[in-house]
Nanobody
Protein backbone atom coordinates (compact mmCIF):
# COMPACT_ATOMS: atom_id res chain seq x y z
CA UNK A 1 0.00 0.00 0.00
CA UNK A 2 1.52 3.29 -1.06
CA UNK A 3 -1.04 5.76 0.33
CA UNK A 4 -2.45 5.48 3.85
CA UNK A 5 -5.18 7.80 5.06
CA UNK A 6 -5.93 8.52 8.71
CA UNK A 7 -7.75 11.06 10.84
CA UNK A 8 -11.35 10.24 10.04
CA UNK A 9 -13.98 9.91 12.72
CA UNK A 10 -17.33 11.10 13.97
CA UNK A 11 -17.98 14.76 14.68
CA UNK A 12 -20.94 17.04 15.19
CA UNK A 13 -21.94 19.61 12.60
CA UNK A 14 -19.74 22.67 12.83
CA UNK A 15 -16.79 20.65 14.06
CA UNK A 16 -13.37 20.06 12.52
CA UNK A 17 -11.19 17.15 11.49
CA UNK A 18 -7.76 16.88 9.92
CA UNK A 19 -7.13 14.02 7.52
CA UNK A 20 -3.63 12.81 6.76
CA UNK A 21 -2.33 10.75 3.87
CA UNK A 22 1.09 9.17 4.33
CA UNK A 23 2.77 8.45 1.02
CA UNK A 24 5.95 6.88 -0.17
CA UNK A 25 8.52 9.48 -1.21
CA UNK A 26 8.17 8.23 -4.79
CA UNK A 27 4.45 8.90 -4.81
CA UNK A 28 4.94 12.31 -3.27
CA UNK A 29 6.87 13.31 -6.39
CA UNK A 30 3.82 12.69 -8.59
CA UNK A 31 2.52 15.76 -10.43
CA UNK A 32 -0.75 16.05 -8.53
CA UNK A 33 -2.25 14.70 -5.34
CA UNK A 34 -5.82 15.05 -4.27
CA UNK A 35 -8.59 14.26 -1.83
CA UNK A 36 -11.77 12.58 -2.95
CA UNK A 37 -14.87 11.35 -1.20
CA UNK A 38 -17.65 8.89 -1.80
CA UNK A 39 -20.94 8.83 0.04
CA UNK A 40 -23.16 5.72 0.04
CA UNK A 41 -25.04 5.43 -3.24
CA UNK A 42 -23.08 8.27 -4.83
CA UNK A 43 -20.18 8.49 -7.22
CA UNK A 44 -16.69 9.32 -6.02
CA UNK A 45 -16.07 13.06 -6.31
CA UNK A 46 -13.00 15.23 -6.20
CA UNK A 47 -12.92 17.84 -3.45
CA UNK A 48 -9.41 19.22 -3.42
CA UNK A 49 -6.15 18.86 -5.34
CA UNK A 50 -2.62 20.20 -5.02
CA UNK A 51 0.00 20.27 -7.73
CA UNK A 52 3.72 19.82 -7.34
CA UNK A 53 4.03 23.56 -8.03
CA UNK A 54 1.79 24.30 -5.06
CA UNK A 55 -1.29 25.20 -7.08
CA UNK A 56 -4.44 24.18 -5.23
CA UNK A 57 -8.02 23.66 -6.27
CA UNK A 58 -11.27 23.07 -4.40
CA UNK A 59 -14.72 21.92 -5.28
CA UNK A 60 -17.31 24.61 -4.59
CA UNK A 61 -18.93 22.42 -1.95
CA UNK A 62 -15.85 22.64 0.29
CA UNK A 63 -14.27 25.92 -0.74
CA UNK A 64 -13.59 28.23 2.22
CA UNK A 65 -14.14 25.33 4.64
CA UNK A 66 -11.44 22.81 3.70
CA UNK A 67 -7.69 23.42 3.26
CA UNK A 68 -5.30 21.10 1.48
CA UNK A 69 -1.58 21.13 2.25
CA UNK A 70 1.45 18.90 2.07
CA UNK A 71 4.67 18.32 3.95
CA UNK A 72 7.41 17.10 1.64
CA UNK A 73 9.75 16.26 4.51
CA UNK A 74 7.15 13.91 5.93
CA UNK A 75 5.74 12.89 2.53
CA UNK A 76 2.30 13.54 3.94
CA UNK A 77 -0.77 15.18 2.44
CA UNK A 78 -3.30 16.86 4.72
CA UNK A 79 -6.89 18.02 4.52
CA UNK A 80 -8.04 20.41 7.24
CA UNK A 81 -11.82 20.29 7.37
CA UNK A 82 -13.69 23.01 9.25
CA UNK A 83 -17.37 23.87 9.61
CA UNK A 84 -18.29 20.30 8.80
CA UNK A 85 -21.82 19.55 7.64
CA UNK A 86 -23.85 16.32 7.63
CA UNK A 87 -23.54 16.26 3.81
CA UNK A 88 -19.76 15.94 4.23
CA UNK A 89 -20.32 12.41 5.55
CA UNK A 90 -18.44 10.03 3.26
CA UNK A 91 -15.40 7.81 2.86
CA UNK A 92 -12.45 10.05 2.09
CA UNK A 93 -9.58 8.95 -0.14
CA UNK A 94 -6.28 10.43 -1.19
CA UNK A 95 -4.85 9.74 -4.62
CA UNK A 96 -1.95 10.63 -6.90
CA UNK A 97 -1.38 11.09 -10.61
CA UNK A 98 1.25 12.27 -13.07
CA UNK A 99 -1.41 13.98 -15.16
CA UNK A 100 -2.27 17.67 -14.74
CA UNK A 101 -4.37 18.39 -11.67
CA UNK A 102 -8.06 17.74 -12.11
CA UNK A 103 -11.05 16.90 -9.94
CA UNK A 104 -11.78 13.86 -12.12
CA UNK A 105 -11.13 10.66 -10.11
CA UNK A 106 -10.54 8.81 -13.38
CA UNK A 107 -7.29 10.69 -13.88
CA UNK A 108 -5.75 9.30 -10.68
CA UNK A 109 -4.12 5.90 -10.63
CA UNK A 110 -2.82 5.46 -7.10
CA UNK A 111 -5.35 5.34 -4.26
CA UNK A 112 -5.41 4.83 -0.55
CA UNK A 113 -7.87 2.61 1.33
CA UNK A 114 -9.92 5.53 2.63
CA UNK A 115 -10.93 6.90 6.01
CA UNK A 116 -14.53 7.38 7.13
CA UNK A 117 -15.87 10.79 8.12
CA UNK A 118 -19.28 10.98 9.75
CA UNK A 119 -20.90 14.31 10.60
CA UNK A 120 -24.02 14.32 12.74
CA UNK A 121 -26.54 17.14 12.95
Amino acid sequence: VHLVESGGGSVQAGGSLTLSCAASKFLFRRNCMGWFRQAPGKEREGISVIGRDGTVGYDNSVKDRFTISNDYAKATLYLQMDSLRPEDTAMYYCAATDLPCTMDPGAFDDWGQGTQVTVSS
